[in-house]
């Protein structure tokens, strides 16, 4: 047999294709490489939106694309539909769920976060979190069912139950899910129903620290929650949750004092969590020390100690900047995955890695229709202007034409009519008409 002497072509395998492995793709689309990308679900989610889905803003496929559509003109890529269950650093090998096993030359991990409850995982059941499409439309289905369930009801507890929305945690998403609720309730389903009055919901933002959105300048946080305050929205800051089960929430709220003393109970149908992420499990599989939250500590080059081939990006990563851990949000996902492909482009020329260096754009979070804050360095934008850019980011930050034309178009149509047209509750028309597992537990 003749000895095959063609080159050996380098295998980098990329797992998970969001923000940071897309980008860690696109960048290396003529690099001298096979890629192997691997994710459990076919489509990359733009998650800045997902509140939109679970808010009836938005439909799924809006703010969601095919992963095999996106790389379908990158042929040094090919796509597999599958979970990564371990990885085996000696080896240089993944270990998919179904059996497979991938070796590779370089590999990129950027599997993300899911949520956390610190400890409490039997509180998911009844507070799901929000972190794929599925949620978006478990979170829907839940709040537009409470209103269904609310016109039917006798009792007037259990009518009030049914109309109290909890939302855990007062970080982005928390207080853009609160806002979307409120507006359903008071603007968009005010005239829909014969027996109830939407306007009479009660929604509350819960969060433990003093004051809303802590990565937020002050002045940008009091001003968040004198907006939801006045959209009808309590905020219970300084306030910790304590339970959460099938009739609503307990909470741990400032005594006299100011000490955490005085026990308050919240019956509500609908709890919804946006308090905490945990990093991907596969980080457990890398046999190195992870910080508090599980993500891997690695080098300013986003290698893992030891392993200079391997790398870990996005939520998965820790790595320090300016005295503090980086965010887990798009912008740095991004950064890092591009930078990551530099950096195996650089190796592949003999040239040594290059160290991250974060570019800080700024953040954002909306509020509202057409209220939204922003800050970058000293800049600090609110009310319209600040959702104006908020709007254009979330627009240009989208995979896809078709998908920032939906959008806009759906944003236009619903700050115009004042109507949302996802407002659909999927699911067994049984389960709308009788009481669920979880209602018949609640009496």
Known sequence: ?????????????????????????????????????????NHHLFQPLLYQVATSVLSPGDIAYPIRAILKKQSNARVLLGRAEAVDLPARQVRLADGEALSYDYLVIATGASHAYFGHDEWERWAPGLKTLEDALEIRRRILLAFEHAEREPDAARRAAWLTFVVVGGGPTGVELAGAIAEIARDVMVHDFRHIDPRESRVLLVEAAPHLLTAFPPDLSAYSA??????????????????????????RSPGPAGELTQQVRIDADTVLWA???????????????????????????????????????????????????????APVAIQQGRHVAANIRRALAGR??????????????????LKAVGFR?????????????????????????????????????????????????????DQMRQPSEEVIARR
Request: aromatic residues 8%; glycine residues 10%.
């Open 1 to 41: 047999m003749v000895p095959d002497k063609r080159p050996h072509t380098p295998h980098v395998v990329v797992l998970g294709a969001g923000f940071g492995g897309l980008n860690a793709i696109r960048a290396l689309r003529n690099a001298p490489v096979e890629i192997t990308v691997v994710d459990q679900r």
């Open 226 to 251: 004198g907006a939801l305050k006045r959209m009808g929205v309590e905020v219970l800051t300084g306030t910790m949750v304590t339970c959460v089960d099938a009739r609503g929430v307990e909470l």
């Open 275 to 329: 308090a905490g992420v945990a990093a991907s499990s596969l980080a457990r599989t890398l046999a190195v020390e992870l910080d508090r939250v599980g993500r891997v500590p690695v080098s300013p080059e986003l290698t893992v100690a030891g392993h200079p081939e391997v790398f870990v990006i996005g939520d998965l990563a820790h790595l320090e900047w300016n005295g503090k851990p980086l965010p887990g949000v």
């Open 352 to 369: 040594p890695y290059s160290a991250f260096h974060y570019f800080d754009k700024g953040s954002l979070a909306a509020i509202g229709k």
């Open 377 to 429: 360095h000293r800049a600090h934008l609110r009310g319209l202007f600040a959702w104006l850019v908020w709007a254009v980011v979330h627009i240009m930050y989208l995979v896809g034409f078709r998908n920032r034309i939906a959008v806009a178009l759906q944003w236009s149509w619903s700050f115009l009519t004042e109507q949302r047209a996802a407002r659909l509750i999927t699911g067994n028309i």
